[in-house]
């Protein structure tokens, strides 16, 4: 049951929750963590799960209390998620608990992991340590914390989230000799970061054969939040580079193209359908290309989960979008809005006014070579947040809560 708890109890937890974003981008297919133990009211350790691997929260902060000379015997300790009970990369964080002497353990949010699924908190409990579950706002966002690595438990599949940009007349293509972007530089820098903070990015092949991107992140992952001061807990990890899929029926990325030419930086994964053709594959293998053969998006997604993927960020290609859509598979969408107005535009590839070239219209799911299924009529997000992002406007939608 979750408990009523005080004022001081509330800060120390969202204390915790800041410390969690510092893994952010370093930890997948872990969850995000934070950890705070308080003793008197004082703070006498913190630690987060910086690295895939690495400590985990409870254990870093039960370091770092030895680290400042304190003893956490009786005192209370406050983490974002449950302490596991199992041994992973890592052994339980329910028996350094133990072994600490904690009295009391305050808890963000469940882990609806199989391995979980409560069994710390009993375990815990059956210790003698006081349990106490968050609810409210800080239950909320302990959960929102971790929605790629709930969504992977609970569903086998990575989270999805969709990123578009677009004008004031709703463009989201611009015309050939114009400035390649609609978003201005403050957005694409997020862009770059939400990327490194991704297992994965996809586009369809319409988009490669148009812009032949890059597709890597060049900032590092970093959190808005710091380590208190005089705290050595911020390591400065630059960030990763994520998994770059190539949605692409047909086999028809070019082997001269910049994903190919980068296999050094990360490494490029093709979906294609039965229908390609074999030379083709093979010829993109003996490029370096990952090949997977999926002919609808739930079954690509479930074997990027596979992969130990907990997220897909979605960029580029308005026939992929739809796909993604049709098939249920958004999770959360953001979508910047560009002070911007082109009027009616004939696409660089000679499609219409709404953007999308022949070589989209063929780029994944739905009919071999058609344009993407008629989806949902419509979605209504749970939620959503408006910000302005340098002279740009981002909405981010929020359609489902894992």
Known sequence: MAASLTTADLAHLRRALELAELGRGRVSPNPL??????RDGEVIGEGYHAE????????????DCAERGEDPRGATMYVTLEPCAHTGRQPPCVEAILE????RVVIGSDDPSEKASGRGPRMLRDGGVE?????GEEATAARLLNQPFRKHARTGQPLVTLKMAMTLDGRTTIPEGDSPWISGPESRDLVHRWRAESDAIAVGIGTVLADDPLLTARRPARSSFAPQSGSNLDRGAEGRQPLRVVFDRQARLPLDSQLLRTLDASPVLVVVSQAADQGRLAALRDAGAEIL?????????TDLSRRSLTSLFLEGGRTLASAFLASGAIDEARTFIAPVILGQIASRAGGGAG???????????GGGGSPAPTGPA???????EVEEIGNDVLITARFKEW
Do not use: F, M, N, Y
Not at 100 to 103: E, K, P, S, V
């Open 33 to 38: 963590v934070g950890a705070v133990v308080v």
């Open 52 to 63: 895939l691997g690495e400590l985990h929260a409870e254990r870093a902060a039960l370091k």
């Open 100 to 103: 600490a002497g904690i009295g």
């Open 131 to 135: 349990v106490e579950l968050a609810a």
């Open 293 to 301: 053969l999926a002919e609808e998006i739930d079954g690509a997604l």
């Open 355 to 365: 953007g999308t070239t022949p070589e989209e219209a063929s780029a994944t799911a």
């Open 378 to 384: 419509r979605q209504v997000a749970l939620s959503r």
